[in-house]
């Protein structure tokens, strides 16, 4: 793939050309302990590139007149006196390199340590950059070796992404001769003629298609980007253009396709579906809900459901606890880094939007992508010149942004996943959650009420608004493919959200200074606005006013654009000067925008100019309802037919070493878990640092209430049965918890669907089986769902490298989070054992349910076969109740001294992890596990993924006390934690098929990941 | 207003709930305990647990915005104790903790350096300390309080690292670590790594300086090993003081175990105190660096 040394940028919307100027370049170069320029070169050498030795740059380019000796002083307040050195205007000499590869951002993408360094100058010198001066960065690397021009180009595409950033090279002769690099100033520019279009409708049914599908036909011929407008859609915006009397203005047609979109309404969700007149989410998901309050009654402790940013639940008499997690698939799949960060940030604004604004207080993560390993690539066009990013280049990207956003929050991120399958590769699940805490009252009135009331300012804080992000919402309504558009990037920027965040949940929020507050997310402005006007009844926004990053963008982009960290407040007017001085004092952008009003009607100005009007109601509720009919035929796989290993050693430590069951310790060790100072139990347990599947967290200080988190996912099962999966999937992330110590009677529930190709009735029919199973299997443990979100069309269609067209759907994937209250985290139970001679127990019998287990796909691997099956892990939620009531009893009376939960791999999986965990040997005798009474291949015992079970060690002094309290469950006492290293398993024979050791064990839990 | 109210109008510090720990005092005593001003502002983000510890402590604690002290310098005055919290000021942006120090240099300058010189305290944490060092307040050998000596600089291993580490107290002088021979610790930063030129390193030496060292689960010197030094600093240094001992900054977080059930292994210790008959504790020990600082007034 050829990168032009020098190139013009075209991009939907206007020209954006690489300047050259008379700008100050500042070049700073670390000359003691330069680790940055060591990982490059490691990294470039790893990926097979001749490359000696590297030597990375930081970049500044000022763009403003300075004289010499301030540009002098801006260099030292850039650079570090004791590490680093300068050069201003000229290259730095006696760096041996055979080629220069400058790495930039392209115009307009946020630039974070530039926003920094501006304001740094102009601190220093009390003097502001006006108009078109600015200050951006880039990375400058000096390579060394063998390397053609063609290589060079080649590291630069590895390094960087093309739809964000430019590349400049050249190689020592060039760079001689000219001095160094060039100076560039990265300015957008747009064309400075604005106008308003108006789109005819009055077109054929196909053109009419052609803008729902490809967007609005702008004059230049090219087409805007898509509107995931359907027919019946469309011609009822039709109509209601034609009862007015005159055609959409391309901001109106732009801001129904937002408000619209299967990404903000969930319209499969709300669609009639076959018989269900209330569709999937009323009909199933709210309904549960709703039955199990009013069952609960007095004990029900859900406060705001499925109606604001985020769900809540009572935590004390004093605060509430809110939940919301996300998705960000699509914008991970075009640039990993950036949609993950802005996943992340993004979701805490969901907290922060949350009833007057909560305050984030854990992170969470959820990581599905295509096997890392896996090389073959895959191509967005059929000539082949765009490949689609790989999954380690996507997981890479991913865990960097949640890495980068979190961190720099400081929220802290004790919670996550990752998963591996082959459904993943064309477009990644990134799941992203953020719980918040909140007072139940503020000043004596209930937090969780917001009102904008008619009369209040329209105010919008935080970042300022550009191209990025434009069609997020319609984007992900749609397919991933060729045509995607590189603008629905978004670059995070974690530090302009903190001051927003600071400056509204710890301060303006108990000052009383706002009546209602939303986020800025999908649709940005176009869906806050008139969300919130809902509450008025009306808004008039004047768009002119609303700050921009570069001149000259059109009003159709100021009012979808998803821009990053904004928030949308509305603010009476007697606050309004109180409001915006303290945001002034804490260095956060806030600006009038316009005013709500109860006239009913949504209108924007642009320079005083109408150029939109549209009803609420039509805009809000003009969608037509969609009437969906689904089938589902279950599928008939063959029963696996194979031997048992002879070696069933050898095959545990295989299983222990599968992506899906190996430590991905790297996450959690950089991922700040910590901050805040309310980790009770992380991500990682016991001296072996075991992954554990749940977290508690002590919010307060001074109290011994916690929160417990936990996840499940269980995507292969929907190769049999979606309706199991996601009982599977339920009860994996309610057992989770209740193994850490939760009570199911203080638990919440959260659902988040990603599907693909909705519009197909099979698909469809798999929906609603596993909508139904959430319904039934909320209902049944009595764990409400209080909030949950759907992304309906995961696929990738593409090209193979021989060009053959292919299509890369997801797995129908369900992630269920639970959270909890536990009332002493002194009582919650780690998942290590902790002495010699504790008792192994096994808590729950065990089937033959092998179905779509990671079992059988490691066979599969091994034979070069597909072995599914047919018997899916089937959970009995009436049983499992009984035994989660009685599991929390024993961890109130402390009988229990570690625990953890089976899950993918089974028993076998779950004793090794134990063993590592403690760094303690164990022996376990098969033939006194509880199991079906068929059941009778010890591999089967072993691998068997049946739900709603616990391994446990336990003091013996609590024996007695232990089994009389499980009386009458299927629980039985199968082996000791020993004072050696040994680990052994006896078949049902007395036989031993298992016998190795801990540290065995351990290399191959942690072998998989181990460099990454 | 009282007392209580000014310190901490914030969610997360409820003043209706019974303190748990013996550190406590009550409100008629708090006149002659010292007072701490935590700083916050532009990505600072441990500012709420730091000022906590200090209250558990015994002291009163106000966070203060930095564009507030800009505005008020003097304010500085009402305060015995200032703390540099953890946090990610300006997203590390230009290098860890230097823009923030470069605000301070930019407007207040004079004024964080005639408290730095008084009979008063300072502690900067994790990206405190970085801005502790880029503001010269650490090592500041000679008294060169304003020049910067040292730098903390990307880990060895070049990656953020969030985990325990076992410190060994290795100063007679610094006030901050009396009482504490070892301390487990939790650590998370991405640039940990002490550097400066050796004439600095000789004079931490010489003038009892190096607070705090990374060694191992025995008490051995870590040797740069990792994971016991997790970012590959010289000399194993987590922490350094001043010349005075008053001035500490270092890259382990003590208010991040601020309670037993912080501790990484500590359902283990649970479960042999519970065996053993014993009750549990229930604050942690790295409180014990913000009760030295208040004794330091008190005592």
Known sequence: MPFPRFRDIFCAGGLLNVLKNMAHRIEVLTHVNDTRSKVMTNKLKSLGFNVKNSTVLEVYTVNKEFSPEKITKIANLLSNSISQKYKINEPFKNIPFDFALEIGFLPGVTDNIATTARETIEDAFKEKFLGQESVHTSMLIFLEGKLTQEDTEKIGSTLANDLIQRIHIKDKSQYDKENGMDTIVPKVNLKEEISVDLVDLNISEEELLKIGKEGILSKDGTRRGPLALEKDYLYAIKKYFEKLGRSPTDIELESLAQTWSEHCKHTIFAAELDETKDGLYKGYIKKATQEIRKKKGKNDFCVSVFSDNSGAIIFDENYLITDKAETHNSPSALDPFGGSITGIVGVNRDTIGFGQGAKPIINKYGFCTGFPEDKEPIYKDKALKKQALSPRRILDGVVAGVNSGGNQSGIPTPQGFVCFHDGYKGKPLIFVGTVGVIPREINGKSSCEKLAKNGDYIVVIGGRVGQDGIHGATFSSEALSEGSPATAVQIGDPITQKKLSDAIVKEARDMELYTSITDNGAGGLSCSVAEMAKESGGCEVDLDKVPLKYPNLEPWKIWISESQERMTLSIPEEKLERFTDLMTRRGVEATVIGKFTESGHCIVRYKGEKIMDIDMEFLHDGLPEKHLVSIYTKPNHTEPDFEKPENLTETLLEMLARPNIASYEFIPRQYDHIVQGTAVLGPLQGTGRVISPSSVTKPFLETNKGIICSQGINPSYSEIDTYHMAACTIDTAIRNAVATGAPISHMALMDNFCWCSSTEEERLGQLKSAVKACYDYSVAFETPFISGKDSMFNDFKGFDREGNSIKISVPPTLLASSISVIDDITKSISLDPKFPGDLIYIIGETSDELGASEYFAHISAKQKEKFIGNKVPKVDAIKAKTLYEKFNKATQDRLISSALSPSIGGLAVTLAKKAIAGQLGMEIDLSKIPREKTLDREDFLLFSETQSRFVVTIDPNKREEFEKLFKGEKIAHVGQILDTQEFTIKDLNGETIVDTDVKTLEEAYKSTFKNY | ?299
Request: with cysteine; aromatic share 8%; charged share 25%.
């Open chain 2, 1 to 299: 207003m009282s007392n209580n109210d000014k310190t901490l109008g914030k969610d997360s510090f409820r003043r209706d709930i019974p303190q748990t720990t013996s550190l406590s005092r009550t409100s008629q005593e708090s006149l002659a305990l010292p007072k701490v001003l935590v700083l916050t502002g532009y990505g600072i983000n441990c500012e709420e647990e730091t000022a906590k510890c200090f209250e558990m402590a015994g002291a009163t604690a106000k966070i203060v915005h930095i564009n507030d002290l800009i505005e008020n310098p003097k304010q500085l005055d009402d305060y015995q104790i200032m703390a540099f919290p953890g946090g990610f000021s300006y997203g590390d942006d230009t290098g860890s903790g230097n823009a923030l120090a470069n605000k301070i240099k930019n407007n207040i300058e004079k004024e964080i350096l005639d408290f730095a010189k008084q009979d008063k305290l300072i502690i900067g944490i994790c990206n405190g300390f970085q801005i502790l060092t880029n503001l010269g307040l650490v090592p500041a050998k000679d008294k060169a309080y304003g020049e910067r000596q040292a730098v903390l600089m990307h880990n060895a291993h070049a990656r953020y690292e969030c985990r325990w580490i076992k410190l060994k107290n290795t100063s007679q002088k610094c006030v901050w670590t009396r009482n504490i021979d070892t301390l487990d610790c939790p650590v998370a930063h991405g640039e940990g790594n002490f550097y400066a030129e050796k004439n600095i390193i000789d004079s931490l030496i010489k003038n009892d300086q190096i607070a705090f060292k990374y060694v191992k689960p025995d008490n051995s010197p870590a040797n740069q090993e990792f994971p016991f030094n997790p970012n590959g600093a010289m000399l194993d240094i987590a922490g350094v003081c001043d010349e005075s001992g008053r001035i500490l900054g270092l890259m382990p977080h003590p208010e991040r175990f601020n309670s037993f059930t912080n501790e990484y292994d500590w359902p283990k210790e649970k479960e042999k105190l519970l065996r053993e008959g014993k009750s549990l504790p229930t604050i942690g020990k790295g409180l014990q660096v913000f009760k030295n600082a208040v004794e330091y007034f008190t005592k």
